[in-house]
């Protein structure tokens, strides 16, 4: 199934540190996408990395995939206290109706 | 331009009582989903259109769950005789055509019965 498992579950840093999350799943994938969800609010997109990349930078995240492991991490460096949230990733094969979504990694982030 | 908008924010209904639940998505994203969020989990997907066709309803949770997108644009999920079980929240997101595009969800709405 295309469902991502983000681990650790829960994660607290203080700020300035690097947070880092990882992502497993169990299928071929055309990309992977990693998403971030404020308490109360919708999910916003993040980055996607396509399955022919090994790395992405956007700004202060650093995505990784890796798919002979089937794994990618997302990191966060310098991290604010306006980071904290839940962090989800999403491996689609190709078909974004077969998402199945974990349970996030939940981050939080202390001033 | 605007993103996904969801209404209500916050929906309280007593047992039994039918919701009704709006989504207006980004405008020409011919992709939308609903989704259900209980507290502490991931989404869990609902139904699928593509333009006005329902595509997927595989997870809608009983035959009390409905939803339309009549025109292609704004879609309604509705929720006949409402139970405690159906207290979550309601997310919708629409994407550009495709099944590759990143998602783009609204706020959701919280719906709370008792």
């Known amino acids: 199934s295309q469902q991502g498992e983000e681990d650790p579950q829960a994660l607290s840093i203080q700020e300035g540190e690097n947070a880092t999350m990882n992502c497993s799943y169990k299928t071929s994938i055309n990309n992977l996408q990693w998403y971030r969800q404020n308490s109360g609010r919708g999910l916003v997109h993040l980055i996607l990395i396509r399955s022919n990349e090994r790395e992405k930078h956007s700004g202060r995240l650093r995505v990784t995939l890796d798919t002979s492991k089937k794994s990618s991490s997302l990191l966060i460096t310098a991290s604010r206290a306006a980071d904290t949230a839940s962090y989800f990733c999403a491996p689609n094969a190709g078909n974004n109706r077969k998402l199945i979504w974990g349970l996030g990694t939940s981050l939080a982030v202390n001033p | ?114």
Not at chain 2, 51 to 68: H, T, V
Not at chain 2, 92 to 105: E, I, M, V
């Open chain 2, 1 to 114: 331009g605007a993103g996904v908008s969801q209404s209500p924010r916050y929906k309280v209904a007593k047992r039994g009582q039918d919701v009704a639940l709006r989504c207006d998505p980004i405008s020409g994203h011919v992709s939308l989903f609903w989704y259900q969020q209980a507290l502490g989990q991931g989404p869990e997907f609902l139904t699928y259109f593509q333009n006005e066709a329902q595509l997927d309803k595989s997870g809608l949770p009983s035959d009390r769950f409905f939803a339309e997108r009549p025109e292609g644009s704004v879609s309604t999920l509705k929720i006949q005789r409402t139970q405690q079980e159906d207290s979550a929240v309601y997310l919708c997101a629409s994407s550009r055509q495709g099944d590759y595009s990143p998602l783009h969800f609204g706020n959701g709405t919280r719906l709370t019965v008792t």
